[in-house]
């Protein structure tokens, strides 16, 4: 029994959904999103509440169950609130702007690393080590953050790269010298 999928979606003031045999639309002040529903779900609009329900106890009926639920969820909260991914740069010379859509790294590479933004994604850089991702679909906002992330991952030694803004990234121990080599020992 999927516990998450039998959970009502509660819809916002500002959030209208509609919903077209196997299709749901739900727009909101932030834009709109569209999703095609599995045959197998069944989803209904009532009390200002979205109800999905499943037509079978299969395995992968069950599990479309949740991920219907999940997906409708992420899109009213996107379109009525938005959904927001912060990066920061770890590392001296480290440093990122924006120019129009455009997003540009300076991360120890001999040349500057540019990213463009997808349709409905947007760059913000403050203090120039510090860029913030939005927008309203969770999965294009978090892929584009990932994407970003992908560009110089931190690495362990001394934290250096981009990393999200709360990760904590597991650090080893450097080289430990021998004790008593090198030179001036007899």
């Known amino acids: 029994m999927s516990r998450i999928g039998d959970l009502p979606i509660l819809i916002p003031d500002n959030v209208e959904v509609v919903k077209t045999n196997k299709h ?10 569209e ?3 599995s045959a197998n779900i069944d989803v209904e609009i009532e009390n200002k509440q979205i109800l999905v329900k499943r037509k079978g106890d299969l395995g992968k009926i069950k599990s479309m169950h949740g991920l219907t639920r999940s997906l409708i969820f992420n899109m009213t909260q996107g379109v009525s609130k938005g959904w927001v991914k912060k990066l920061e740069l770890v590392g001296v010379g480290y440093r990122a702007e924006t120019n129009g859509e455009k997003l540009i790294l300076s991360v120890g590479f001999s040349h500057p690393v540019e990213v463009m933004a997808h349709a409905g994604v947007s760059f913000e850089v403050s203090e120039n080590t510090k860029i913030t991702v939005s927008g309203i679909s969770k999965e294009l906002v978090g892929q584009a953050a990932a994407n970003i992330r992908k560009i110089k991952p931190p690495e362990p030694y001394k934290g250096k790269g981009i990393k999200y803004i709360g990760e904590h990234i597991k650090r080893k121990p450097g080289k430990a010298g021998k004790a008593g080599a090198g030179a001036g020992t007899k």
């Open 24 to 33: 749901l639309v739900i727009k909101g002040n932030k834009g709109s999103l």
């Open 35 to 37: 999703i095609d529903i």
